[in-house]
């Protein structure tokens, strides 16, 4: 089968290699779409936790197919479902999935090689992190329940409540999620702020009430005015910089919250004001990536089209054209997601 293969930065290459062999209660996929993710851009731009994605690897973890072989004995999914699974499944037994932190499971099994013909999903995943695609849902669509799932995850740690200005930081394809997942929640001001002005207007045309761009105004100045002089209560960061860190912090109120979401290059440190943390009472927090009932949520919403994800899909690439795709992401102002169609 044809696969995108990941060696380095920006080393990625499109290989024949053999079709997975399914093993006990393993699924294999035929990829029907596999959708970048701004995690994918990272890690082409300049690596990513060894941890996690170990080089080299077939790439991509966003993806939505259907299944061409079961494992014997395996009693779901059935041969020819539609299906998409998440890019990670924990353990359920270690101290922190005891704990209900099955995001920071010790020992999460990851999937990558969404960017394929074929991919071959562990039995854990089938078991805990798999998902039946409706008819009426695209597997473009489909895909997108995983950086959902995310972003579920940090908004509903973040308190996002009816009423409440939220500034987003970001305007790719996870702000825009954000943006799309606040505004469903009942966010009264959304205030998206970012470099390029291509983004900003799609913020604007997906319901953002209010648009800055960074390299025009002073942002600090625009978000205290529009919200009465005080800062938002939710400051979410989504572009994963020490310096949009910092700044995040300085955009809430007095006992606001700031959801230092996006993941910054590793070893990288920020100065946090202790005034504006101990007089404001300033609540920081990071999340990362989600649990399986997150992943479960997102393709639910997609579904009832409580979240349209629809307008993020601004391409439809080849699996040929994977190189050209990234190189596109990396220099394009006003596309947000590719969907590579195997």
Not at 295 to 308: D, G, Q, V
Request: proline residues 4%.
């Amino acid at each position: 089968m044809k696969a995108a293969m990941l060696y380095g930065v920006k080393d990625l290459r499109l290989e024949n290699v053999e079709v997975p062999k399914v093993e006990a209660g393993e699924v294999l996929v035929k990829v029907k779409a596999a959708t970048t993710c701004g995690t994918d851009v990272k890690i082409f731009q300049r690596g990513y936790v060894e941890k996690v994605i170990k080089l080299p690897t077939v790439f991509g973890h966003e993806w939505a197919g259907e299944v061409v072989e079961v494992a014997e004995g395996l009693e779901w999914p059935e041969k020819g479902m539609r299906v998409r699974a998440g890019n990670s499944a924990p353990c359920l037994r270690c101290v922190m999935c005891q704990k209900g932190k099955y995001n920071l499971c010790e020992n999460m099994i990851w999937l990558w090689g969404a960017y394929a013909e074929y991919i071959k999903v562990p039995a854990r995943m089938v078991l805990v992190n798999m998902q039946k695609i409706p008819e009426h849902v695209s597997f473009e669509e489909a895909a997108i329940a995983e950086p959902l799932a995310c972003v579920l995850h940090g908004v509903e740690e973040a308190g996002v409540k009816l009423g409440d200005s939220v500034a987003i930081i970001g305007a790719g394809p996870v702000g825009l999620l954000h943006l799309l997942t606040v505004k469903k929640m009942g966010a009264e001001k959304a205030i998206v702020i970012d470099l390029v002005e291509e983004r900003l207007d799609m913020a604007a045309k997906l319901g953002a009430d209010a648009t800055i761009n960074a390299g025009k105004a002073d942002v600090i100045r625009n978000v205290k005015q529009l919200t009465g002089g005080y800062g938002a209560d939710v400051v979410i960061e989504a572009i994963g910089l020490p310096a949009t860190w910092e700044q995040a912090l300085k955009l809430a109120r007095k006992g606001g919250t700031v959801l230092e979401f996006g993941g910054c290059p590793p070893g990288t440190e920020i100065k946090v004001s202790t005034e504006a943390l101990h007089y404001g009472e300033l609540t920081v927090l990071g999340t990362f990536h989600a649990t399986p009932l997150h992943f479960r949520k997102a393709s639910n919403m997609i579904a009832a089209r409580t979240i349209n994800v629809r307008p993020l899909i601004t391409r439809k690439m080849k699996l040929e054209e994977i190189k050209e795709a990234f190189e596109i992401l990396s220099t394009s102002k006003n596309e947000v997601k590719v969907a590579i169609i195997p």
